[in-house]
């Protein structure tokens, strides 16, 4: 029987020793297998080793160790610290990094900023001999519960990723966490365009959680009106004038009351650049329509297209300023000067249009009563707008004083004799409106005499006004 046992022995080893012997004589067999797979990959994907799989076990194998240090696969993170007894306290801190953008046409805004969250989660606590915190990134975040902090009224919002994710996740051992996220937001600013350019804007940025009413989730500004923090901020049409956080209650009649908190800034836009390029143009086209008044009532060319060039400029400059602002259904504070500039240099051309017709009007008397001579129709003003000193002869301007004295001289030979005044009493006699009209077009040179003092008088009365209203 033992032989029996030891033969068998013998016969096993003899089958193996050819097997270990091979394995002696080559022992780097597999190496050469996975070097040659290796140079397969290459030829196959043109050079290019993917090496994800390999990178994703050297982290995967860190992870586990955050893991089993914080416990996390021992809690629910799903659910909020505390659940179900009273709100968790969620501190908030922002600094705002730049206001870049400011939108009339959309009414909107654009800030970045950086978001700081802080709370306890005792969940996360862990043993520290040097009390000392932990800080990851946002492959972290994914694992454990963060608050829902949402901007009410914002139009685009996005978390900066350049070179990686802007989050940083800090854990001290008492459960403490510092949660920082760089984040660039678009919100909309509800703006009064009444006093514009003059005008100044109040707008928020207003943060809540999404999902947590109060009974929940209590957000509050970590410290107080120190809680927010701007870097040194220049804008190219405002100025901020402050910036200032509080803090309120939303209600939503599904859901209940949220606790909301505000950033509040206020802007005051600088005028100057509007006065460049809106008020100065306009102030000088309404200045040269004047210059029209000294020009001679019979150069027609010269007053029309000065005229209709002073309107068609004006015209442009309303347009280009409608342009770059919102369609509002109220006026705005430019609107009312740039119509009451439009107005002055309409009210030019209709001056002129009234003296040229008082004149050919006049004109045309004298020469049926034959105190001008015959000359052709073509070269006449009334006709073709140029004046030839050849073929008219007009009356020179008499002085107001001769006008005055044949007034007198009139009124003195009426028939009816006028009643002795009574000693130590002055009658004046008020002279219907038709007179003045018809003194009007006898003279129509007056109109022009006029209009060099009302004109710039009235534009000066009304530029005080507008401007004592709006600054």
């Not at 020009?295 to 068609?312: F, M």
Request: hydrophobic letters at 40%; aromatic letters at 14%; charged letters at 20%.
């Amino acid at each position: 029987m033992r032989l029996i046992l030891l033969s068998l022995r013998l016969l096993c080893l003899a089958c193996l020793w050819p097997v270990t012997l091979l394995n002696n004589r080559y022992p780097n067999r597999k190496k050469n297998k996975d070097v040659h797979l290796e140079e397969h990959a290459k030829h196959k994907y043109g050079g290019r080793i993917d090496y994800k799989v390999k990178k994703q076990d050297s982290t995967k194998s860190l992870l586990i160790k955050t893991e089993q240090l914080l416990r996390i696969e021992e809690h629910d993170f799903a659910m909020r610290p505390g659940f179900g007894g009273s709100a968790i306290p969620v501190g908030i801190d922002v600094q705002v990094e730049s206001l870049d953008s400011i939108s009339e046409v959309n009414m909107d805004f654009t800030m970045t900023l950086y978001l700081r969250h802080y709370w306890k989660d005792e969940r996360l606590a862990f043993p520290s001999g040097n009390n000392l915190s932990r800080t990851f990134d946002a492959r972290l975040v994914k694992k454990i519960w963060v608050p829902d902090v949402f901007f009410v009224h914002s139009k685009r919002s996005f978390i900066h990723d350049t070179t990686m994710e802007n989050i940083m996740l800090r854990v001290y051992p008492d459960g403490n966490i510092l949660y920082s996220v760089r984040i660039t937001v678009t919100a909309l600013c509800t703006m009064d365009f009444s006093s514009f350019p003059l005008d100044t804007q109040n707008c928020s940025l207003e943060l809540e959680s999404y999902a947590y009413n109060e009974n929940d989730l209590m957000l509050y500004w970590k410290n107080g009106n120190d809680s927010l923090r701007t870097d040194e901020i220049v804008l190219s049409q405002f100025f901020i004038e402050e910036f200032n956080p509080s803090s309120g209650l939303a209600f939503y009649s599904s859901t209940g009351w949220y606790n909301r908190l505000y950033i509040n800034f206020i802007l005051r836009r600088h005028v100057f650049f509007f006065m460049l390029q809106t008020y100065f143009p306009t102030m000088l086209m309404v200045v040269i329509s004047w210059v029209s008044f000294w020009i001679d009532r019979r150069a027609v060319p010269a007053r029309v297209s000065l005229g209709i060039t002073t309107v068609l400029t004006m015209s442009t400059i309303i347009t280009g300023v409608s342009a770059s602002m919102p369609q509002v259904s109220y006026v705005k504070a430019v609107d009312i000067y740039l119509w009451a500039s439009f107005l002055f240099v309409f009210l030019s051309v209709i001056e002129y249009a009234a003296v040229n017709y008082f004149t050919t009007v006049e004109e045309m008397k004298k020469l049926k009563n034959g105190k001008l001579s015959e000359f052709d129709a073509s070269q006449a003003m009334a006709f073709d707008g140029c004046f030839h000193d050849t073929d008219v002869e007009l009356s020179p301007y008499p002085p107001l004083a001769d006008l005055n004295i044949d007034q007198q001289a009139s009124s003195q030979s009426s028939t009816v004799p006028a009643p002795s005044p009574v000693l130590g009493t002055r009658l004046r006699h008020s002279r219907p409106l038709r007179y003045h009209l018809q003194l009007l077009m006898s003279n129509s040179y007056i109109i022009d005499s006029y209009s060099r003092i009302l004109f710039p008088l009235a534009y000066v009365l009304f530029n005080i006004i507008y401007w004592s209203i709006y600054t």
